[in-house]
């Protein structure tokens, strides 16, 4: 059984530039949930998508925006992209919104 | 809101030491409480869970006991080795809000 994988694993990206992350689900999972890790930090929610659908966001701005797709793998876009966006992203997959959260590898963003 | 509490870090300790890294939760409701580990320049792993009160979680000779009363799934290990030197993060979940995290306390063992 495949576990979450995420990619790229390394990103640099210059300020106001756009960025899009990947996250493959586990399989059977048709829930993904995005993380935003700070250097130092625990885990911040981002959003969560649930059968192609959003199912809740953090108290993030609107330039972070997601999608999934029919095959429950999702992206995370960043525009304009700010210096405080540089961070660990982390993809978390689970069997439905409920149920425990597996995590992948995580990209690392640097925004220069 | 909903929120964890971690010891702070870091922690060192020899290796065999026994180890405790307290958790406080603050929650509406009954959440489940996990406990995940990251490795250096890894992704979160599950450690351990508990989604009820006194339940017990336990994987890799670590545990910790869901206690409703203190509102409290603090983690401890009999005896560390240096392969447990990681991050370790505290987190609820109620409900639909999301997985809230800890700070993460950072635990570093020696030989």
């Known amino acids: 059984e495949t576990g979450v994988t995420q990619s790229p694993t390394h990103l640099i990206k210059t300020r106001g530039q756009q960025v899009t992350l990947r996250c493959s689900s586990q399989s059977g999972h048709n829930t993904v949930s995005w993380y935003q890790q700070a250097l130092g930090q625990g885990p911040q929610f981002i959003f969560q998508y649930y059968r192609e659908e959003e199912n809740g966001r953090g108290n993030f701005p609107p330039r972070f925006s997601g999608l999934q797709f029919p095959n429950y793998s999702s992206e995370l876009n960043v525009n304009a992209l700010e210096l405080d966006d540089s961070a660990l992203y982390l993809c978390a997959s689970s069997l439905d919104p409920r149920e425990t959260q597996y995590f992948g590898p995580g990209t690392r963003l640097l925004v220069l | ?110 030989a």
């Not at chain 2, 909903?2 to 180890?19: I, R, Y």
């Not at chain 2, 009820?52 to 203190?70: I, L, Q, V």
Request: glycine share 10%; aromatic share 12%.
């Open chain 2, 1 to 110: 809101g909903d929120s964890v509490t971690q010891m702070e870090g870091p922690v060192t300790l020899s290796e065999e030491a026994f180890l405790t890294i307290n958790c406080t939760y603050t929650a509406t409701g009954y959440p489940s409480l996990f406990w995940y580990v990251q490795y250096p320049g890894e992704g979160l792993q599950l450690l351990l869970k508990a989604t009820k009160a006194d339940d017990k979680g336990s994987n890799k000779g670590f545990e910790a006991t869901y206690r409703k009363e203190t509102t409290s799934f603090h983690l401890e290990k009999g005896s560390v080795q240096v392969s447990d030197s990681a991050v370790y993060f505290c987190a609820r979940y109620s409900g639909n809000t999301p997985l809230v995290f800890g700070k993460g306390t950072r635990l570093s063992v020696i």
